[in-house]
């Protein structure tokens, strides 16, 4: 599997759209505090009501193929993705 360090993955993260003004998506893997693996196949970043740069949060929704919202957005700490467009973060 490939690798990607995990300050290349958020300054990917931080691309919200592409010149056409549509939204990025990515897929992300990420563990929940309750240690359950999460896996989203498409999904497009999305903000979090709170300091997410004190926390080290990051909110991610999942989203269909025409880009329609499905599910709740999640809250995912930085530490935690372990799995970013099918390549494994790093430090």
Do not use: C
């Amino acid at each position: 599997m490939l690798k990607i360090r995990r300050a290349d993955m958020l300054r990917e993260y931080d691309i919200k759209s592409d010149p056409q003004g549509r939204q990025v998506t990515f897929s992300i893997r990420f563990i929940k505090i309750n240690g359950e693996s999460v896996f989203l196949p498409r999904a497009v970043a999305t903000g979090l009501n709170w300091n997410v740069a004190k926390s080290r949060m990051r909110g991610v929704r999942p989203v269909s193929s025409k880009l329609d919202p499905i599910g709740h957005i999640y809250p995912v700490r930085i530490d935690n993705i372990i799995e970013w467009n099918n390549k494994r973060v790093i430090l």
